[in-house]
């Protein structure tokens, strides 16, 4: 019988308090990278993006209420997961920043 980890079935809002989570569930900080969509938690689960990592905590901004204002934060592994769940307003902030005009054009424009 295989062992289903929780990163795996994770759809929706996670319920188990880091405390309480499975150590063969917590991915290490390190996996992760900037732009990476997750669940941090703080005061409950609340939706962030990665924007960086090392061995020992990630680097996260992340959306501290229901309103539209983000916080930043560094987190250790087991306060963090993967998030499935799209957050309109963290996940397409990257996009703003592709999309950009530079405003030296040089000879090639």
Same mark, same amino acid.
């Given at each position: 019988?295989?062992?289903?980890?929780?990163?795996?079935?994770?759809?929706?809002? @996670?319920?188990v308090?880091p405390p309480?989570?499975?150590p063969?569930?917590?991915?290490p900080?390190?996996?992760y990278?900037?732009?990476? @969509?997750? &669940?941090v938690y703080?005061?409950? &689960?609340?939706?962030?993006?990665?924007e960086?990592?090392?061995?020992?905590? !990630?680097? !996260?901004?992340?959306?501290p209420?229901?309103?539209r *204002?983000?916080? !930043?934060d560094?987190?250790?592994?087991?306060?963090?997961?993967?998030?499935f769940?799209?957050? @309109?307003?963290?996940?397409?902030? *990257?996009?703003?920043? !592709?999309?950009r005009t530079p405003m030296n054009? *040089? @000879?090639?424009?």
């Open positions: 019988m295989s062992k289903t980890h929780l990163s795996d079935t994770m759809a929706s809002t @996670p319920t308090t309480h989570r499975d063969a569930d917590v991915a900080s390190e996996s990278r900037p732009a990476d @969509p997750v &669940w703080r005061d409950g &689960w609340r939706a962030g993006i990665i960086a990592s090392s061995p020992r905590a !990630v680097t !996260v901004t992340y959306r209420d229901s309103h *204002g983000t916080g !930043v560094t987190f250790t592994a087991p306060y963090v997961t993967s998030r769940d799209n957050d @309109p307003t963290l996940d397409h902030r *990257g996009l703003r920043l !592709v999309r054009r *040089g @000879p090639l424009s």
